[in-house]
């Protein structure tokens, strides 16, 4: 089995750390570090060269290239801390959008592409991180029907144009996209660890016209599902890019920096704890690759995904802890670029499941096969 970059996944991977590289520099980052907004032109610049549009079919403008494809793009943009929001827009909310909203609700996905619309998913509530399961509730009424209900942690909500919530309902759960702006919508605005922009938002009796639902029942299940086991994917493979440039950073710092006259890079126990990282990483890598694969070619990848998931939280935090630790108190100075890797590690190792949770649907996935047989 030939596991090598198809000559268009190399072009696309090569213009993606072009562009990235041109435009995240340590002193350009500087200006997104204190304010949830994310790089207007870096995002116009994706938009124009096509990268927005790598997993949106031909038909709506896109490139058709397919999920493994465009996670070459968000692991680049995790290698680079890109201020650019690819996997709420790209992955939460227009992979779903494409394979199971109707033609009305695609016909945004064209303005996606060009980078001339943002949209969102609303996966989150109060202690509950699971879209399967929400406690927002929706009812039909004349002419639609009605939600009431949280969200918290709704990636780029104030900006997005359309939101996918989940809610339930006597018919089973719902799937369907709100626009920020309907009446009995509020949204604030959350402070996130990354400083990525994100909003808490209630529900107060809106009104959502049949025309705005995607799913209804086992069907609002599978979308739902689809679009969550994609994102956790994606938020792999921006940790891959992520973890392997804090590995990078640390050697670099490490093979430089000197204590009694000699490169710390060279003491045994720095060494060690450097090679431990670089050991997790390539694992991450390895468990990541299974469940894009997998995802990309939709086959059942339920356990791989969880297993990836896993990975990601404690690869994330291992790293982060030994780049800063070898890195001294230089790690933590803002004009130093580890900072923002470490927020962000964070983050994604609590973002949809962390490992405990993850590995505990594992176990009972794994013991409910086994009785099963």
Known sequence: MDFKLSAEQQDVQKLAIQIFADQTDNEHLRQFDNN???DTKLWSDLGETGILGISIDPVQGGMGFGFETLCLVIEEAGRSMAPAPLIPVLVSAALPLQKFGTEQQQSILGRVATG?????????????????????????????WQLSGLKHCVPYGAQAEKILVSA?????????????????????????????????????????NDADIMAIGSDAETAMTYA??????????FSVGMTDKMVR?????????????????????????????????????????????????????DDSVKIAKIWCGDVT???????????????????????RYSLWSKQVELTLGGSAQLLSELGESIAETFLNR
């Not at 935090?317 to 900072?339: C, E, K, M």
Request: net charge negative; aromatic share 6%; glycine share 6%.
């Open 116 to 144: 001339d619309c943002l949209i969102s998913t609303a996966f989150a509530e109060p202690l509950n991180d699971d879209p399967l399961t929400p406690s927002t509730t929706a009812e039909r009424v004349a002419g639609g």
């Open 36 to 38: 949830s907004r994310y």
């Open 317 to 339: 935090h291992r790293t982060s802890q030994a780049s800063q630790h070898l890195h001294g108190g230089i790690g933590v100075d803002r004009d130093y670029p580890l900072f």
């Open 168 to 208: 339930q309902s006597s018919e089973g759960l719902v799937a369907l996209w709100l626009s920020p702006d309907n009446e009995g919508i509020e949204l604030t605005d959350q402070q996130s660890t990354s400083g990525e922009a994100q909003s808490h938002m209630t529900l107060t009796n809106v009104l959502v």
């Open 228 to 237: 969550l086991q994609r994102t956790q994917a994606a938020l792999c493979a």
């Open 249 to 301: 950073l640390t050697a670099g710092y490490t093979a430089e920096r000197e204590q009694f006259d000699v490169k710390i890079a060279t003491f045994q126990a720095v060494a060690h704890r450097a090679a431990d990282a670089y050991i997790d990483v390539e694992c991450l890598r390895l468990a990541t690759s299974e469940a894009v694969s997998l995802l990309d070619q939709e086959k059942p990848a």
